[in-house]
């Protein structure tokens, strides 16, 4: 018993590090308690790490060069840190035990091919090379770290000591985009079994260049890090590739068009994205009444079937939350989760069945610098997600309504009916895909908070209990735990 609580308490600051870590500016500010939803009762803590006295707490160099991304190696606890020209690995105590340089370097983003291929003629400066992508390949013992200069080239690193086992940079494969916002490119590594090779599947903002990066695609991932066809598309012929890219006609409704990948991960048959994106009006912007009027957002998730190597089987389907009357359709963060005994019995699913733990801010409208404060953590079964497609699905093979996506210019285009049984696993036909759906599926809930908008969300099941971690855009970590019962729900301190 003692042990298991001491253990319990190691967990529980490891994962606050690294919301801490994701969340700057680090503030120390305590903070008042949340504004309490409707017929429950909330106590949340916030942990002050000036307070906390076994609390081990790291920071980069140079205070600018900010942490985009952290990657935890599961089987020894050592974390790695992506940040602005910098990858680090740290022991699990979060003491630094190497690094390893990626910038910053000459470069101008309008230079394609990059100037380490061939020369360029565009001014050349000290660029930083900001951290976009950085995944574990448990397989070959390697990290993925992926940066924004050079058209956004990856380097494989040893997960011991970091060295550079590959740096692919020759081919139009190799650029993933240059686009230097962190939270605009998600990757996720898909394994097939010890007889075929992992794939990756990269999502990425294009930042203006839709003939250059397809936003989204699937990749090959060599065994070999200095394989030449790293990261070459899983399918490409004349006609059908793994891959999609935005249509050039999109921008001329919508010119500075693009989608944000926040998260992305896989389960069972399938590899999930989730986006921002702008909402695409209705047909061209004309006269002068356009340039003024506010680009609205909408949050989606994008699914494709792990096998599917012509990408027929891509899904999109609008996201958002709805609590107290007030629209939560932004997305900022996400994490995949297991239900656990107790949220399962309330979302009618079972313990070991995935959730997807959200958080959104209000409104659809994103301006960076003055968006609203106001954020909602909400939950979704992914069960019910996979439902609502399949019955999309089912309904556009009996011919009944359009394919509905205007940013892939197939919005009007309406389904056509075929004779076949669609099950959960339906992976599409070169009929009727790409496909959208119009209806949100709305997530439930669980927390608001109009003070210290929230930014990024993990989660995990401890006895039987679904426990959320929320950062905050002021640093604070907030550790929230639901028990949803028949007669109400609540919230706990923990830990
Ligand atoms: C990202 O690129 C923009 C435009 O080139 C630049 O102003 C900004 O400083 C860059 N961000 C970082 C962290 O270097
Ligand atoms: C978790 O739930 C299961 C099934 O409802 C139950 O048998 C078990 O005792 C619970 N465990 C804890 C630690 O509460």
Redesign the pocket.
Known sequence: MESHHTRTQTSCLTLCCFLLALAPPLSLASRPLPHAPDGATIITASINAAEEEDYSTFSTENPEWKFNHVAVDERNGNVYLGA?NRIYKLSPDLNVQVYHETGPDEDN?KCYPPRIVQPCSEPLSL??N?NKMLLMDYRENRLLACG?LYQGICKLLRLDDLFKLGEPFHKKEHYLSGV??SGSVFGVIVSYGDSSPDKLFVATAVDGKPEYFPTISSRKLARNSEEDGMFAYVFHDEFVASMIKIPSDTFTIVPDFDIYYVYGFGSGNFVYFLTLQPEMGNGPATGSSSAGREQVYTSKIVRLCKDDTAFNSYVEVPLGCVKGGVEYRLLQAAYLSKAGAILGRSLGVGPDDDVLFTIFSKGQKRRPREASQESALCVFALREINERIKERLQSCYKGEGTLDLAWLKVKDIRCSSALLTIDDNFCGLDMNAPLGVSEMVQGIPLFSDSTDKMTSVIAYVYKNHSLAFVGTKSGRVKKVERVVLREGSRWREWC
């Open positions: 602005v983003r660029t930083n900001v924004s230097n916002e």
